[in-house]
């Protein structure tokens, strides 16, 4: 198993950054795919973006599309999403995950297929 710790949350204005930092340990952080994951209130949890075992491969939701970038550090056992021009609709809890798998190319979209999940940070965007 892997424990998943998230960090870097907090209130930011319109337009501004924020980077999320998700830390591992308990196995080896390479065999994990990870994603980035948010759930507003009233809203169903939805998947931010996501990065293969080895960083090869991203996916992201198109609402964040060419603002968040995910990336993975294997050798600090960290993933992190990097998120720029924030928009209040951009407010939620957001969760890290980690999925195992043999493949090293594949990302994965929807929550059932992340095995461990982090216990979120919120994220506030004012306008």
């Known amino acids: 198993q892997v424990q998943l710790v998230e960090s870097g949350g907090g209130l930011v204005q319109a337009g501004g950054s924020l980077r999320l930092s998700c830390a591992a340990s308990g196995r080896t952080f390479s065999r994990y795919a990870m994603g980035w994951f948010r759930q507003a209130p009233g809203k169903e949890r939805e998947s931010v973006a996501a990065v293969s075992r080895y960083g090869g491969n991203t996916y992201y939701a198109d609402s964040v599309k060419g603002r968040f970038t995910i990336f993975r550090d294997n050798a600090k056992n960290t993933a992190y999403l990097q998120m720029n021009s924030l928009k209040p609709e951009d407010t939620a809890v957001y969760y890290c995950?980690?999925?195992?798998?043999?493949?090293?190319?594949?990302?994965?979209?929807?929550?059932?297929?992340?095995?461990?999940w982090g216990q979120g940070t919120q994220v506030t965007v004012s306008s």
């Open positions: 995950a980690a999925a195992e798998g043999y493949s090293g190319s594949y990302v994965y979209t929807l929550d059932y297929e992340y095995s461990y």
